[in-house]
């Protein structure tokens, strides 16, 4: 969520100040470009994730400092809330093994958090929204002690200029006003990064786009939000409402929310990030005392940091990332459109599916964007955050099919492919892009095995709502502990 922070009031002139240096550092990230300063030979990928921390029956736990300092790795930080941590993987080169060495790494990790809660009765939970989340749980209290968190909740709160309100229609709904940004925290995803060069930026950043519905409807894990069953992806809805600093008439005049998908196919990086500074004001103003410009005259490569903390409270599903690694700067796409879990390997399967279908779109003689047309793929995200693997989606050449069918007779191939260009195993390639295939013809998600064990205990095993929750999640964190697919679950039929 970005660097520490101890001042918790902005002037006029702070957020002035804070504005003209955002353009400076853009005019500067346009030089970087246009003189080919940045690094383009390294064909890096990286994964994030984010934890719940609870106790056996699943309930979440106040702890993430306290485990933290057991943990006492640098790969795993504070999230939004204290029952919140987050695990970053050192970047690897896309070639050969790199899949089941991403498996290996996160599993690993997740096992040392995992024997750490322990010793504070606690486990760590993979999952998009925890099922058992109550509204108690969900309060300004419960955020991260770190200050850039409450200083980010007054932000939001002052720009909106009223209490957020959360209105998500599915199988039932949720109405409700949320007086802090806690319910954010809610929402625990997986992020995938790219390496890409300046001049692939736009293209790899247009497929991401394009693929995003399909990467929802195959690893949605987020049906239930405080008790209610809502979107197979509900993380999606909540996320976009959570993070608002609109009100009514604001967002009713077309003012851009903080968390969108987009508006439109780009050309070049540069896109996105005139689009942050002409449409949004700063939530965090403040200045670092690099001086981009001078840097540059000397011969050295500045960091951008008024850029980069800009970016870094616009949460687009696919988000540019400026960095500087090695001393030579680079871009990533960040890809933010998937939940946690269900299991590490699911996860990796998701990686496999996302990394070689963006490259096997970029690899097309026509662009995706030429095909597609930006609306429909805005369209196709929002239809598969709600109906996940049973969603119909259009694809250009297929017209309107179940998204199960596009991903078996279009999609997959189109991964597969694209992992071969990248030079990756052929057996982690057909292992891992096997889960996705196997997800696709039992039309089982993490969402799907949610819905149908929670049903299982309420019909069969007559439990209530709360304890069928209970249950489900114990069951769920069974399941994820011991690294197997989600479709190979136990599961009741129908």
């Not at 409270?313 to 459109?337: F, M, Q």
Request: hydrophobic share 40%.
């Amino acid at each position: 969520m970005g660097q520490d922070i101890d001042q918790i009031r902005f002037t006029r002139e702070d957020r002035q100040r804070y504005r003209d240096k955002v353009k400076r550092n853009l005019a500067v990230l346009k030089h970087l470009i246009d003189t080919g300063a940045f690094e383009v030979e390294r064909k890096l990928v990286g994964v994030e994730v984010e934890f719940y921390v609870v106790d056996g029956d699943g309930a979440p736990m106040m702890i993430n400092a306290e485990l933290l300092s057991r943990i006492e790795s640098e790969d795993f930080q504070t999230e939004l809330a204290q029952y919140n941590i987050e695990f970053n993987l050192a970047p690897h080169k896309i070639v050969g093994t790199v899949l089941r060495e991403i498996e290996e790494e996160l599993e690993t990790s997740f096992l040392h958090a995992h024997r750490r809660a322990q010793e504070l009765d606690a486990h760590v939970v993979m999952i998009g929204i925890l099922p058992t989340l109550s509204d108690l749980h969900v309060t300004i209290q419960n955020l991260s002690a770190n200050p850039r968190y409450h200083l980010l909740n007054e932000q939001i709160l002052e720009a909106r200029g009223e209490d957020l309100q959360v209105i998500i229609e599915g199988e039932e709904t949720l109405d409700l006003n949320a007086s802090s940004i806690t319910m954010e925290s809610a929402a625990t995803s997986v992020q995938l990064h790219l390496q890409v060069s300046p001049a692939r930026f736009g293209r790899v950043w247009n497929a991401a786009q394009a693929i995003s519905a399909a990467q929802v409807a195959v690893g949605a894990n987020s049906p239930f939000l405080l008790g209610k069953q809502l979107w197979r992806e509900t993380r999606i809805a909540l996320f976009e409402q959570t993070i608002d600093t609109r009100s009514e008439e604001l967002a009713a005049q077309g003012v851009r929310p903080r968390v969108w998908f987009g508006e439109r196919w780009i050309d070049s990086v540069g896109d996105l990030f005139d689009e942050n500074v002409r449409y949004y004001p700063a939530l965090l103003p403040l200045l670092d005392d690099e001086e981009p410009e001078a840097l540059l005259r000397g011969g050295g490569v500045p960091h951008l940091p008024e850029l980069t903390l800009h970016n870094g409270t616009i949460w687009r599903w696919n988000r540019p990332i400026y960095d500087v690694a090695r001393g030579k700067p680079h871009l990533r796409v960040e890809n933010r459109v998937l939940p946690a879990g269900p299991s590490c390997v699911d996860i990796v399967a998701n990686a496999a599916f996302y990394y070689g279908l963006v490259r096997g779109l970029m690899d097309l003689d026509e662009p995706i964007e030429q095909q597609l047309s930006f609306a429909a793929a805005a369209d196709n995200f929002r239809t598969a955050a709600h109906d996940g693997i049973d969603a119909r989606l259009f694809w250009p050449g297929v017209g309107i099919v179940p998204a199960s069918e596009l991903l078996l007779r279009t999609l997959l191939p189109l991964a597969h492919e694209g992992l071969d260009a990248w030079g990756v195993d052929r057996r982690d390639r057909d292992h891992y892009l096997g889960i996705i295939e196997q997800r696709a013809l039992r039309r089982v998600t993490g969402a799907t095995w949610q819905i149908r064990t929670f049903r299982m205990l309420r019909e069969r095993d007559g439990l209530d709502r709360r304890d069928a929750l209970v249950e489900m999640t114990r069951r769920y964190m069974t399941g994820m502990r011991a690294n197997e697919p989600v479709h190979t679950w136990p599961l009741p039929q129908g």
